[in-house]
């Protein structure tokens, strides 16, 4: 497990980042790609500290243009194209919409809160988008798993 310590300098990045990202998207009109209940600015700017905190773990730089997207990948580390999935439940699933996206090839839960980021572990694109893994959680049937069936970072 990977654990990232955030402090008020980041928050407040993606705070910016995740009000610009919001607006950019809404305003050319990409589909807002949350799953859940919360508003679409709480989840961009939850999604950009998983990705601010993984790159800082990894060492790397994460795709932070402001320009529409959807469905790209937030950083590639060792040609591999990778997509942070945040979520605030400490025992949240990676989820994965219904339409596999093949423009990633390596997905990673973050659970985020007030003050770390935690990092419980990954899979492939071929291991998420598998049948046994269709799941409705109450947003539509989609692709989940569980933390117990994510590859561990000993596994890299």
């Known amino acids: 497990m990977i654990v990232v310590d955030i402090g008020y300098d980041m928050r407040l990045l993606a705070s910016m980042l995740g009000g610009i990202r ?46 529409p997207r959807s469905g790209s990948a937030d950083l590639v580390i060792a040609g591999k194209r990778i997509d942070i999935k945040s979520t605030r439940h400490p025992n949240g699933r990676l989820l994965g919409k219904k339409k596999v996206n093949e423009d990633v090839d390596i997905y990673v839960l973050a659970i985020v809160s007030d003050h770390q980021v935690t990092f419980p572990g990954w ?12 799941i409705d959680l109450g947003h539509g049937v989609g692709y989940g798993l569980t933390q117990d069936k994510l590859n561990t970072w000993e596994a890299v």
């Open 22 to 67: 919001t607006l950019m998207n809404r305003g050319t009109l990409v589909v807002d790609g949350k799953i859940g209940p919360q508003d679409g600015m709480t989840a961009d700017m939850d999604a950009i500290v998983g990705e601010l905190a993984f790159a800082k773990a990894q060492n790397v730089w994460p795709d932070l243009s402001l320009k």
């Open 123 to 134: 899979a492939h694109r071929h291991e998420l988008y598998n049948d046994s893994n269709l």
